[in-house]
């Protein structure tokens, strides 16, 4: 199954420009997905992206990682309604640093001709002047057509500033950069993306002086759906915001707790995405959920396997021994002999007295005066 086909199943291809499928079948290919260094640490909104990644690397073809230590000093408009704040240069070259580790725990870095890289726009950006810049990119694209990207039309009523304006054309000259440097002739991305991505096409074809209809060393643009619950609500936030990949920004225990809690309507789509087990393994899954949907057993297979990738095997089974320790009949003496590598994995919340004072029993206690972090409402606890 080539890589094309292994998104079709999996749902996980939105677009793509004629003519890529084709290409990929020919020969090895760079690709690249552009991450947001504004935070240390990646969370669930990247890890469809990081599995696009990860499955074009499993067929074959050669993934790059582009941190955007340039662009996220200014911000991408998409899907946003109101400006970012600027940070330092440093402040994204620790970011940096956190993002390559975990991204190292999906995909291979090394010697191989496939092998992962990470690559910082920072470093083409820093030395470019402005009129530098307007010379290379700017005069090949008019205002009509970087007006018409959807990510600048719903800002154009309540403003859009000209540093966010130029976001889709140093995003374009990004994938010219690492074309002309790295061989890429592929980006790919979130659906809300296309506007962007494209316009790196377009910048490359004018720039190169390809004819619209050409093929030979053209550049091609992949979007995946953006992942959503069955009510259309956005997934990978809890009530309490993002769930990072990081364990000092969201603990093992919760990690798993949140795949764990999955809706039944969605976790089928979930598995496909965020998952590498195979087409028949899934299917054998959904079987099995649907006879008997009390034991989770979709729900337990997607949390096993991304808690493993992001925090290891170990952690893992601790995890998985600390929820069964905490929702089993003799809780209070499993806990009296629980090893402390156990213990740490277990949630820990301080209430008042006042709130301890107004719980009449233990479920108020763990429904209310753990904000939930156990159970999310009264008839789970």
Known sequence: MNFIEE??????????????????????????????????????????????????????????????????????????????EFLSEQTLRDNQVGIQKQLEK??????????????????????FSFLGFLREAGKFLTVNYMMSKDSVKTRLETGISFTEFSYQLLQGYDFYHLYKTKNVRLQMGGSDQWGNITTGTELI????GHDEEATERAA?????PLVTKSDGTKFGKSESGNIWLDAGKTSPYQFYQFWLNAADADVSRLIRVFTLYDQSKIEHFEKDHAEAPHLRILQKAIANEVTARVHGDAITQLVIEASE?????????????????????????????????????????????????????????
């Open 7 to 84: 998104l079709r199943w999996r749902g996980m291809l939105h677009d793509m420009i004629p003519g890529l499928e084709e290409h990929l079948k020919k020969e090895m290919t760079v690709a690249y997905i552009g991450f947001d260094p504004t935070a240390p640490s990646l969370h669930i909104g990247n890890l469809a992206a990081i599995m696009l990644l990860k499955h074009f690397q499993l067929a074959g073809h050669k993934p790059i990682a582009l941190v955007g230590g340039a662009t996220g000093m200014i911000g991408d408009p998409s899907g946003k309604s109101a400006e970012r």
């Open 106 to 127: 999906f995909l291979e870095f090394g010697a191989a001709a496939n092998s992962a890289e990470l690559v910082n726009n920072y470093d083409w950006f820093k030395e």
């Open 205 to 208: 074809r004018r720039k190169e």
């Open 220 to 224: 091609y643009a992949l979007t995946t």
């Open 325 to 381: 320790l905490l929702f089993s009949k003799d809780a209070v003496e499993k806990l009296e002999n629980a090893s402390e590598k156990l213990l740490a994995q277990l949630p820990i919340h301080q209430i008042s007295s006042e709130l301890l004072a107004e719980c009449t029993n233990i479920t108020d206690l763990i429904s209310v005066g753990c904000s939930n972090l156990i159970c999310s409402s009264k008839s789970e606890a």
